[in-house]
């Protein structure tokens, strides 16, 4: 609900691994609600979430421990550098990294050495979406929950990022993207999920 309008109702979708649920609709139709509440950030109104069979509000912490969330906002600290940035959020969600990670992480969304030091506040808001979601380069968690992860990217980075997801679901891995734009990956490993608000 916002407000007094109910945004979805009676979404019954599975997503198997191997497979990302591209998410779309108009602005305001409840896309970044749902996926809150598949991190479990926002508690549905009615029905369950469920996880290898096990509503998530009953695994809490354990159902976290499987999922990598980059939200609509880049989730980057301006007076961090790129580098500090990606390594707080790899302790705080328990992904492995070092340095050298850390950096190919960032060389591998087309961020260039010489960005790596600075403060995130001086980057372009398509370098600290990079920085954002740089986070998938050493990402080991099997579900990614990625909202607008194409926002504020040139042509070439989304190309990355799209490579980065496909290699994912080819991992066993699964996602779930909202987007305006097409997921440009083979028909057979997307299902789409429209609501219309």
Do not use: C
Not at 77 to 98: F, P, R, Y
Not at 106 to 120: A, D, F, I, M, N
Not at 140 to 165: C, K, M, N, Q, Y
């Amino acid at each position: 609900m916002r407000g007094e309008r109910r945004l979805f109702s009676n979404v019954n979708v599975t997503v198997q691994p191997g497979t990302v649920l591209a998410v779309v609709g108009e602005n305001g139709s409840g896309k970044t609600s749902l996926l809150r509440m598949l991190t479990s950030l926002l508690p549905p109104e009615e029905g369950a979430i469920l996880w290898n069979g096990q509503d998530i509000r009953q695994l809490k912490e354990d159902y976290s421990a499987h999922l990598t969330y980059i939200g609509h906002l880049n989730g980057v600290k301006d007076d961090l550098s790129a580098i500090e940035n990606l390594t707080v959020t790899a302790d705080l969600t328990g992904d492995q990294h070092s340095l050298p990670s850390v950096q190919e992480a960032l060389e591998s969304v087309g961020l260039k050495r010489r960005v790596h030091h600075l403060p995130t506040r001086v980057l372009s808001q398509g370098q600290k979406r990079r920085v954002a979601l740089a986070r998938l380069w050493l990402s080991t968690h099997p579900l990614w929950l990625l909202d607008e992860p194409f926002t504020s990217l040139d042509t070439a980075a989304t190309g990355l990022v799209t490579e980065r997801i496909r290699l994912h679901l080819q991992s066993g891995g699964l996602a779930v993207v909202v987007t305006h734009h097409e997921v440009a990956l083979p028909p057979e490993v997307v299902q789409q999920l429209r609501l219309n608000g």
